[in-house]
């Protein structure tokens, strides 16, 4: 297991999904599944080392898989260059009675205005995000897109 350097805020997410830690990996690194709870469009190769390209209607994020350990963990880079900097996700997943316990670490946020606005947003859009992959995976309705 590789760790890494953590500095500055974390944004920390805990949430339990009423499906297998197999399909909830899978959500985080198939394209079709990507499409269906988080973005509009993506590129991903997802393999250690692998690149991926996240789309939202007018944004982009970059990345690039540090450690994918199937059904257990994986953790990424999370680039907002120029504007902002290069933070680091994990997502834990623990088997847990009927589904799985979801625990996603979020480091790397430094300080400043920018920074802020960047954490800010993360924070508030994980919460979101997540919301949509609950939903997704137990009633099968994608995200709507306004």
């Known amino acids: ?33 990507l499409q269906r709870w988080f973005v509009t469009n993506a590129e991903v190769q997802a393999q250690p080392g692998g690149v991926f390209n996240l789309h939202w209607n007018d944004d982009t994020v970059n990345g690039e898989f540090v450690e994918l350990e199937p059904n257990r963990r994986i953790t990424f880079t999370w680039d907002e260059r120029p504007r902002y900097g290069i933070t680091t996700c994990t997502i834990e997943l623990i088997p847990e009675a009927d589904g799985t316990l979801l625990r996603l670490t979020h480091t790397g946020f430094g300080g400043g205005d920018n920074w802020d606005e960047l954490y800010n947003g993360v924070n508030t859009g994980w919460t979101q995000e997540l919301a949509h992959l609950k939903t997704w995976l137990e009633t099968g309705v994608e995200k709507t897109w306004s």
Do not use: H, N
């Not at 500055?8 to 985080?28: N, Q, S």
């Open 1 to 33: 297991m590789q760790t890494m350097p953590t500095t500055g805020r974390t944004v920390e997410k805990e949430l339990f999904i009423a499906a297998a830690p197999e399909r909830v990996y899978r959500a985080f690194t198939d394209k079709q599944d």
